[in-house]
């Protein structure tokens, strides 16, 4: 897959090494020459450029990517004007670095979803969810196994647990399922939350919207996914 990681900081710079070494095509962008420099040769491509000048980001293959991430630091006013641009632009999926709960109410006014709080979310952990399509969230358990929040394929909605036989099929261990309500923000504007179901019926019949905790090897996991 093809990423673009604006803010080539200490966790801009991690994420787009580890998708580099993932498999995963990546351009880096800052607005520091000497930091563009400094990892030219460690990823696909650097830019040196401006992110809140409008003709600047135009220039950018952004149709080509399978997501943008804006992982700029504590400038939150370069945070935001970057995001409107890309969501001006009609770039699909965009990644937040927040730093503050005021900031991350902005962006979810912008109707941005996908977030990541540097305190707490490592860029490690942030390679290993945009490394399969349809993952969520993903956590490392050793070097063997990882628990993946993902979507449920298309080809397994509205049919039960029982039909997706992950213990035989796959050698996956299914921990729980993730429902999807909905509430508003403190503008009145919707958004959607994820709530843990618990322990999951074998009659449960899975709906488009909800996300499956599992856990098992990378490749059974990948094997699931990808179908």
């Known amino acids: 897959m093809k990423f673009i990681v604006f803010g080539l900081g200490t966790f801009g710079a991690s ?19 000497e930091t563009v420099d400094k990892y030219k040769h460690a990823i696909t491509q650097g830019i040196a450029l401006d992110s809140t000048s409008k003709e600047a980001v135009e220039q950018l293959p952004l149709k080509d990517v399978d997501a943008a991430v804006v992982g700029i630091g504590e400038n939150e006013g370069a945070t935001i004007m970057t995001t ?26 912008m109707d941005i979803h996908e977030f990541v709080h540097p305190e707490a979310y490592s860029a ?22 990882r628990l993946l929040e993902v979507g449920v394929p298309e080809r397994y909605i509205n049919l039960s647990i029982n039909n997706l036989n992950l213990a035989n099929r796959y ?5 729980s399922i993730l429902k999807k309500v909905n509430k508003k923000n403190i503008f009145g504007n919707d958004k959607s939350e994820l709530q843990v179901m618990g322990i999951v019926p074998p009659e449960t019949i899975l709906k488009k919207d909800d996300v499956l905790l599992l856990f098992g090897a ?5 094997d699931f996914i990808t179908g």
């Open 84 to 109: 409107a641009l890309l969501k001006q632009i009609g770039v699909e999926r965009i990644i937040c670095r927040v730093t503050s709960p005021i900031q991350k109410i902005v962006l979810e006014a």
């Open 171 to 175: 050698r996956l261990v299914l921990v």
């Open 15 to 33: 994420l787009s090494i580890q998708l580099v070494q993932l498999g995963h095509e990546v351009i880096g962008v800052d607005h520091k020459l």
């Open 218 to 222: 990378p490749r059974d996991l990948e």
């Open 124 to 145: 490690e952990r942030l390679a290993l969810k945009l490394d399969l399509p349809g993952v969520i969230d993903s956590f490392q358990i050793n070097s063997d196994y």
